[in-house]
């Protein structure tokens, strides 16, 4: 094991001299006119990321990357601010008729791209075209109809009652629709992803699969408070970790979301470029898949997660910037607690566990990864489980290829990662209940009607304490079931030319860029 750890880092060292190497054109990272010209004109920002877009329909992704193009192209019903307070955002108000109902006030003078008015028939059909969508459909699932009153006013009723209603509006997913611009792409044999059209502070203006995707400044976005004070973004597509740093560097990014963790110190040390960190919710974690034997085994997945060397995983990963993490939520989520069942890094007890489950002489399946930081993770439990006897074969593809493959259950394993919203239900639901298994978020296979009942408990139950027990109960069987294996939490990073302002990082990872200038 020392020697696979010593030999992942001697390679994520040696990529972070040759950024090093990039050091030349530094000063260039100090320019103060923005990545297109003249101080005070127009202004470009360039951000770096590792992931492409998988999807520029909100209603056809949930993942985190291609969010940042959705968010800032399409607006919600309601938003979440800094302090974790929901407000109106496409709403002007909201009230709570009753358990089942809500009725809502849209803003007036609201318009789209295209220049034609929001109304709530564009709501009414955004809610029901997302309900059949297997990637975000879980959000909505309370939604029983949507009844028009008139342009500007509705009905959400519901098929019980929520206590996520409010937060999952605010979820990209839950992106409002233009209904005749949808209606015109679909009669045309396109997709809503081929002309995405919102009613947000950026319009689409390109996209690049596998290199990059431009957003341009609405002029006529409806709130002047987070109307952009830059004119253009563009997001740039950089998997390998050292060519992002040496992009920082000389002057080709303005920020980096996907900050190789190598490379922090380097950053920080650099009086040219600024290091922003924050506490986040993303828990990195190992599962198998439980539809497959022996998986499906839980002395199995228990042996696993006993040989697993998490300190290992997040050196090799992230340089250790972090902490190791036993939990299915992050710490700084609301719906965490500290209840579940810790996996010691105990190789004898793995074996004991295997022989009793009949595996003692081990097994061979593959583990699917999307980027390198996954799969230096991966290797590190390669290593550890072939001192079980057991092989696994790592298979690194695109994020998009890694979503369709897990989501059609073709992986034995896969690491991958979750970064928690404001609201639990909003984790629990689509990775752990058994209608969501697959494309709906739930990559476990798992499927415990117990689970199923407490998540819907939770979410409709108006008994404070009653909702506390339910999500304690839901994270220690889950962790005594072993359906994940986590590895770690990740501390927040973003990196950037020290003179660009308006950075305003998220917990959660919904950054908003629309305030980033020079």
Request: aromatic share 8%; charged share 25%.
């Amino acid at each position: 094991m020392r020697k696979v750890l010593c030999t992942i880092l001697a390679g994520v060292m040696t990529a972070s001299l040759l950024a090093g190497c990039g050091g030349g054109g530094s000063d260039q990272g100090n320019s103060t006119k923005g990545s297109s010209g003249e101080a005070g004109g127009s202004q470009a920002i360039n951000i770096g990321i590792n992931t492409d877009v998988s999807s520029l329909d909100p209603h056809n992704h949930n993942d985190t990357a291609s969010s940042y193009a959705t968010r800032h192209i399409y607006s919600n019903l309601v938003r979440l601010t800094d302090n974790n307070e929901f407000v109106g955002d496409l709403a002007e108000k909201w009230e709570f008729v009753d358990d089942m109902t809500v009725e809502f006030t849209l803003k007036e003078g609201v318009k789209f791209h295209d220049g034609t008015a929001l109304t709530a028939e564009d709501v009414k059909y955004s809610l029901e075209s997302q309900k059949e969508s297997p990637k975000v459909g879980h959000l909505v699932s309370m939604i029983e109809s949507v009844e028009v009153k008139d342009d500007t006013h509705f009905i959400i009723h519901m098929n019980t009652p929520s206590n996520a209603l409010i937060s999952s509006l605010n979820h990209s997913g839950c992106a409002i629709y233009s209904k005749a611009h949808v209606e015109k792409l679909l009669a045309d044999g396109k997709k809503i992803e081929d002309e995405p059209m919102g009613t947000g502070p950026y319009k689409f203006e390109n996209w690049t699969p596998g290199a990059s995707f431009t957003l341009v400044k609405n002029p006529d976005y409806f709130d002047p408070e987070r109307a952009a004070q830059n004119d253009k973004l563009t997001f740039k597509v950089i998997p390998e970790d050292s060519a992002r740093t040496i992009a920082l560097e000389n002057g080709e990014l303005d920020l980096l979301i996907d900050v190789p963790f190598t490379d922090a110190g380097k950053i920080r040390d650099n009086d040219k470029l600024a290091l922003d960190e924050y506490t986040s919710t993303h828990v990195e974690y190992f599962t198998v898949n439980q539809s497959k034997a022996p998986f499906d085994n839980v002395k199995v997945r228990q042996a696993l997660s006993h040989a697993i060397n998490k300190g290992d995983a997040l050196i090799a990963s992230i340089n250790g910037e972090g902490k190791v993490f036993d939990n299915y939520i992050g710490e700084a989520a609301i719906g965490y607690y500290d209840v579940v069942t810790k996996y010691d890094y105990d190789v004898e007890k793995a074996k004991a566990l295997l022989e009793e489950a009949g595996y003692g002489d081990g097994f061979t399946f593959n583990c699917y990864v999307s980027n390198a930081k996954r799969a230096n993770s991966a290797t590190v439990i390669q290593a550890n489980l072939a001192e079980l006897g057991i092989t696994m074969n790592i298979e690194q593809m695109e994020a998009s290829t890694f979503y369709e493959k897990t989501g059609n259950s073709e992986h034995d394993s896969c690491i991958a990662g979750w970064v928690a919203n404001a609201e639990p239900d909003n984790t629990y639901r689509p990775l752990f209940t058994s209608g969501n298994a697959g494309a709906g978020g739930n990559r476990s296979f798992y499927k415990n009607p117990e689970i199923d009942k407490l998540v819907d408990d939770a979410a409709t139950n108006s008994d404070k304490a009653a909702v506390q027990k339910d999500y304690e109960t839901i994270l220690k069987t889950l962790s005594d079931e072993a359906v994940w294996g986590p590895l770690y939490a990740q501390t927040g990073l973003i990196a950037r030319n020290a003179d660009l302002k308006g950075v305003n990082p998220s917990p959660i990872q919904m950054h908003d860029f629309y305030a980033l200038h020079y």
